[in-house]
């Protein structure tokens, strides 16, 4: 798979570009909260099901350091969910994940590669 480890300030940075609301300090706190919100946004527990709010709260987090946030977003653009499937950035988002040692990226990279 070789050194993903550029990716991840890159992404981090790509993910604050794509979001929709400015940072503030209080984003460096909330990063869980954007994340938690954001799951439940997908599943429609709590929310009505809203996955554009979803993907910009999972970028949210996202950059702010949230890994299972890099994950989510890497299954929303594999999956198209609310978004036109990219297989490509999903598989950044994966390996910026997996670069920071999370399972579940590495597993999703590894099907990924397999299928190709």
């Not at 993903?4 to 929709?20: D, G, H, N, V």
């Not at 609301?21 to 799951?39: C, G, I, K, L």
Request: include cysteine; charge should be positive.
């Amino acid at each position: 798979m070789g050194d993903t480890s550029p990716l991840i300030p890159a992404l981090l940075r790509a993910a604050k570009m794509e979001q929709a609301q400015p940072n503030t300090s209080e984003d460096y706190v909330h990063h869980w909260r954007y994340y938690e919100e954001a799951f439940l946004r997908t599943s429609g527990r709590c929310f009505p099901v809203d996955l554009q709010q979803a993907r910009q709260l999972f970028l949210r987090a996202a950059a702010q350091g949230n890994v299972p946030s890099l994950v989510a977003l890497g299954k929303i653009y594999l999956q198209g969910a609310g978004v036109p499937a990219d297989k490509e950035r999903a598989m950044k988002y994966f390996k910026a994940a997996a670069s920071t040692g999370n399972a579940e990226a590495k597993m999703m990279l590894g099907q990924l590669v397999a299928s190709a």
